[in-house]
Structures are given as C-alpha cells and as structure tokens.
C-alpha cells in the first residue's frame, strides 16, 4: 500500500490478556517508531527500529511491553498482561532519516482494556 | 516538567479570524522543528517543518522559530472549517532519532 497500515483498528480485550498490534510501513522506509497517544497526553515515544541498529527501546513503560521488527519491515508491538492504564490509541510510524525528517503515521490501533 | 509544552485547548474561534498556536520547550539541543495536522481518529501528518531559527511560509500557515526563548508558533491565517483539527508540535535534536511532541491543541474554526 501506499502509506502505512496498522492492525487492528480497534481491540477490545479483557485485563490480564496479551494483545499484539500490527505496523506495516512504507516499502524502502528504514525508521520505524511507535508511539502512544492516550487522551489528553499527546504522543508519547515508546520504540524506535534503524535499519539494522538495535532498537532504541528507552520509552517502553514496562516490561510488559516489547517490539520486534522483522526483515526491516513489519513491526510488531506486544502488551502483556494488559491492564486499564494501557487502553490508547497506539501509533506506528516510518520515515526514511528517522528523527529529523518527516514521518508518516499509520492511523493508530485503539486499545481498550476492561 | 515535560520537554515540550503546548496548551491543548481547546481553542475555539470563527471562520476568517487569525489563529495562534505556541509552545515551549526546554531542551536547548533542539534544532528540528514540526507542526503536525491530526484528524479525529486519523494520523498526524507533517504540515510545517522548520530548521533552526526564523520564519517559514506555506500558504496560510506561517510557522515561527525563536531559539533564544525556545519559543515556536504557528500562525494560520484566514482560517477554515476545514482546518479544524488537534495541531501537535514536534521537535528533535541533530543526530537524535526520537520526535519529542508536544501534547496537542484541539482548535475548532466556526462557519
């Protein structure tokens, strides 16, 4: 596709379970990063992938939380054990020269924990 | 005390009318400048991007730069419903790869 495609649109699981949401980016975009965004919080960084670097896991919030990018393309972001502070919307981006050029934003996956 | 600050409003004001969004920010590495666009239950989408200090135009949207106050705005000029949107700023530092944001402002332009 022509932008960048994330999965599911919207989740609605129970307290406890594991979830996993999906980020397909622009083919050729090296940066990828995935951000959270709950209301009235703006976006709040949680991973960045670079090519081959090892990611920059730094705003991950616990270690509940973890992402893999497989072959330089798709992304996966998994929440364990979810909990109702982890319901938000979260956003996957990519970009060809990472933080100083423009990212494209999928349009979120929203998270609702019950 | 966050990095970025931004009032997030919301800001309410009638078709026509001069708008001003502002934030602050305390990282003086800072070199990068973003405005971002966001729809409701769409993603932002880069609408201004400036480099350092001073002023850029796009057609009715004139994004401003002070360093010494670490100080940015965006102006939009003659405003539209359709402008009607949350506009984040971002920002970066040279050779960083994490896009600090601000936290948003919901601005609503009225017919």
């Known amino acids: 596709g022509a932008g960048v495609s994330q999965s599911p649109s919207n989740k609605v699981t129970e307290k406890g379970k594991d979830v996993e949401l999906r980020c397909d980016p622009i083919s050729g975009h090296t940066a990828l990063y995935w951000y959270r965004q709950s209301l009235g919080q703006g976006l709040e960084f949680l991973i960045y992938?670079?090519?081959?670097?090892?990611?920059?896991k730094s705003g991950l919030p616990s270690d509940r939380f973890s992402a893999e990018r497989t072959g330089g393309s798709v992304s996966t972001l998994t929440i364990q054990r979810t909990q109702q502070e982890d319901s938000a919307v979260y956003l996957c981006?990519?970009?060809?020269?990472?933080?100083?050029?423009?990212?494209?934003f999928g349009e979120g996956s929203r998270l609702t924990v019950l | 005390q966050k990095e970025v600050e931004q009032d997030p409003g919301p800001l309410s004001v009638p078709e026509g009318a001069i708008v001003s969004l502002n934030c602050t920010y305390s990282?003086?590495?800072?070199?990068?400048f973003m405005w971002y666009r966001q729809y409701s239950r769409k993603g932002p989408e880069l609408l201004m991007y400036?480099?350092?200090?001073g002023n850029k135009e796009d057609g009715r949207f004139t994004a401003q730069v002070d360093k010494s106050s670490k100080y940015i705005s965006l102006f939009i000029r003659d405003s539209q419903p359709s402008d009607s949107a949350t506009y984040l700023c971002a920002m970066s530092a040279y050779g960083a790869q994490k896009l600090v944001f601000g936290q948003g402002t919901r601005l609503t332009i009225n017919p």
């Open positions: 400036t480099y350092s200090s």
């Open positions: 990282n003086s590495a800072f070199q990068y």
């Open positions: 981006a990519s970009g060809a020269t990472g933080g100083i050029g423009e990212l494209f």
């Open positions: 992938f670079q090519g081959n670097s090892a990611p920059d």
